[in-house]
């Protein structure tokens, strides 16, 4: 439980470093996703999520 909650606060900490740092960038990036087909969205985010378990189970192994 330790791991996740140390994961969704690193995760908080990116993702809010992106939109203080880019601002215009990250306006510009969501107006795109939501231009996108929820099917596009979806499968994106899947691909996203599997590299992402990639990446964990490597570093974790």
Request: net charge positive; no cysteine; hydrophobic share 65%.
């Amino acid at each position: 439980m330790y791991d996740l909650v140390t994961a969704f606060g690193l995760m908080l900490i990116l993702e809010g470093l992106l939109y203080a740092i880019f601002p215009a960038f990250m306006r510009k990036a969501m107006a795109q996703i939501l231009a996108l087909a929820d099917n596009q969205v979806r499968i994106t985010a899947l691909i996203t999520a599997f590299i992402g378990l990639v990446v964990v189970w490597a570093v974790r192994g």
